[in-house]
């Protein structure tokens, strides 16, 4: 069965553990309580095949950063996750993609970008043509997501 590794990354608080439980258990977790590195496997269908996901579920804090070069280097594709309520935290994405380019040495990887939070409309600062701008400019998925509604991001991310 074959086997691929997906990154989970993003600025602390955006929601990447939520979003990551959520996929593979199907439930919300409303607590927060910041990750340093979480490791999850789950069985999807790819093309008609049966493989195993391993999913990282990174720290987005800044005292992590040194472990991302080996996230980056190990990861085949890349989750990156913003909060719709928090400009910085879309701002903070171009440095993540940068620093997966720079690791990869290679401008063709696999990314999804993720506009987290979207039950929180009222809130929201990053303008949903800012997602689909940067999307449209790196040539990657854009996805919309709340933790707390049961969406499947796979079909994305295949």
Known sequence: ????????????????????????????????????????????????????????DTAGTEQFTAMRDLYMKNGQGFVLVYSITSQATFNDLADLREQILR?????????????????????????????QNLSRQWGNWLVSFSCTVTVKLFNCVQ
């Open 103 to 131: 690791v990869k040495d290679q401008d063709d990887v696999p990314m999804v970008l993720v506009g987290n939070k979207c039950d929180l409309e009222d809130e929201r600062v990053v303008g949903r043509d800012q997602g």
């Open 1 to 56: 069965m074959r086997e691929y590794k997906l990154v989970v990354l993003g600025s602390g608080g955006v929601g990447k553990s939520a979003l990551t439980v959520q996929f593979v258990q199907g439930i919300f977790v409303e607590k927060y309580d910041p990750t340093i590195e979480d490791s999850y496997r789950k069985q999807v269908e790819v093309d008609g095949a049966q493989c195993m996901l391993e999913i990282l």
